[in-house]
């Protein structure tokens, strides 16, 4: 029997050690059956502890724990040491919501299938057979919950139904029908009634078999990926290297997958580029002012959780080629871990021409690309989330997330069509809807002293330097507070935001950096005033520059379910803090301003959305001139 391996101080936790951890306050704080776990994760230890890790060295292992009493509804968060079997920690938080838990769901779908009055509404709506229902439940924002109901714990359910087995339930909504139930005694509060329209005749089947007339494409001949000889990937446990690069790859239940301690080997050194790479919060909200979606505003990472909705990935479906995976542990509202199998996905790929020239005497140079691919896969509800991050020969890496799965439709009455959204099937509509995603960028560009540049293009007028008008010169401008890190997109400039290392400098003599390159920019198109809004201020700028404090984690506070505002980047942010040659952390939010299309319908095509973190000036010269041609006829002479 082989001696099990010492974990590192930044591994996720084991489910031996969640279960240690779940423990240990069920028997020092009295927490009991009605007790629920929302979160238990990897307190992650200093920066500096982390990179001064050497193998062999002893590790303080700490749990950070997220849990609530059933019995009056409050929430605590723990500190427990897992070495030593002791709570460090106990924090009473009044008037927070811990984060929903997939138990509550299956829970509260159980309840009001048992509720005679959901029974007897149902069957107004034609439907005995409760079987194909779906009650689909969200989280409420707090300015929207009815003051009566305040004190609790509340969800708001969508209503659906399969009109036979395996169909899709997303179909058929029961359009104007929500029940509110308090999510801790399963009480049904209130039944939101709006006597919806008759359901007209739709097609939104996916499954060929149940799509008429499918009849699938024969004219696709075989594409395999091959690797005789095996990926060029190393994976030790955690710790991930390719080409230069090397990275350790973090897991939890609330952002999913981290990449941590990411660096660029050059020449005989590790240079460090980034600490953590995350998404700390998604915002979803719908922009229909109608019953039927006023209250639908989900906060994926703060009141469900990427990680605990990560699925397992699949060789030739999700992923091609030469495979590695790991696996991710995660719990249930009971404390007891769960495995998920393959939930991170690593592998190559070939990325088409990496650099050429052809010269008129020395022939063709030409360089296949191939990039490391790192991803994982969400379903929240109707909707699927795909994370790449992808790391290239030449230093750079791409950040891209695919949405694809089903929109939530509504029925409406004949030529009554409301403005707030696509007709994409017989009066059924997709409303409009926004997906902001904030990535939290903990760049350590050669160190932890840098300084964020806002960089912009301006071509200078006319004049007697620039006679023709074709001058053009680049702009920086340090950001050296909070205030002024407080950033928007422009197109005009090209507005991008370089970080750079003023204390190193390259070969020519000026500073180390690396560059954000802006995608998927848009603004909030929100009064400031708006309950949304107010709970979600972070989505109001494209960047935020914070000094790096590590219980600065969510941008939209630690707590959003049924928040009122906004604790996190705005509370932060309020006393304007130095953020010049520091250690800094950027807050980027971007993502999908859906509006909807009748191609999406039944089921999407992925929508796509990327930026890139560049190196400028990190590298004296091109870093891929090493890179070896690719064999054959790519083979100069």
Known sequence: ???????????????????????????????????????????????ESARSHSAGDPVAREALVVCWNRDDGQTYKALVSIGEDRVLSWEHRPGEQANFTADEFSECNEALRREPRVIEVLERYGITDLDGVLFDTWAYGGLLLPEKHRDRRVGWTDVWYRNSEGSNPYANPLSGLHFVIDMNTLELLEIEDASAVDRPRTMGEYVPRLVPGQRLRDDLKPLEIVQPDGSSLTLDGHLLQWQRWSMRLGFNPREGLVIHALGYEDGDCVRTVAHRLSFAEMVVPYRDPTNDHKARTAFDIG?????????????????????????AVVHDAEGEPRTIGNAICIHEEDDAVLW????????????????????????????????????????????EVRATGIMVTTHFP????????????????????????????DLDVDGESNTVQMTESEAPPIGSDNPDGLAIVQRSTPLRTEDEGKQDYDWRTQRSWKVVNESVLNGLGTPVGYK???????????????????????????????PYDPDERWPCGEFPVQSEEDTGLPAWTASNRSIENTDVVLWYVF??????????????????????????????????????PAGGACEPE
Request: hydrophobic share 40%; glycine share 6%.
């Open 1 to 47: 029997m082989c001696p099990q391996t010492a974990p590192h101080p930044l591994d996720p936790l084991s489910a031996d050690e969640i279960r240690s951890a779940v423990a240990v306050l069920r028997r020092d704080k009295d927490v009991g059956p009605r007790w629920r776990f929302a979160s238990i994760e990897l307190s992650e230890p200093s920066k």
């Open 303 to 327: 009141e469900w959780g990427l990680g605990f909705m990560t699925t397992s990935l699949e060789v030739g479906c999700d992923c091609l080629g030469e495979i590695a995976y790991l696996d």
């Open 356 to 399: 050429k020239h052809v010269d008129s005497v020395a022939g063709a140079e030409v360089r296949r690309a191939r990039r490391l691919v790192v991803s994982f896969h969400a379903t929240v509800a109707n909707y699927e989330y795909l994370v790449y991050w992808r790391f290239y020969q030449d230093g750079n890496i791409e950040c």
């Open 414 to 441: 004949e030529g009554e069509q409301p403005p707030y959204g696509t007709l994409v099937d017989e009066r059924t509509y997709a409303p409009f809807h926004q997906h902001f995603i904030v990535a939290r960028l």
């Open 516 to 546: 954000l390159v802006p995608g998927g920019c848009f603004p909030a198109m929100m009064d400031p005033e708006a309950p949304v809004f107010r709970r979600a201020q972070a989505i109001g700028h494209n960047l935020w520059v914070t």
């Open 591 to 628: 993502g999908i301003h859906h509006i909807t299309r009748p191609e999406e319908w039944p089921v999407m095509p992925v929508d796509t959305v990327s930026f890139w973190l560049k190196p400028v000036g990190f590298f004296d010269r091109n870093p891929a001139l090493d890179v070896p």
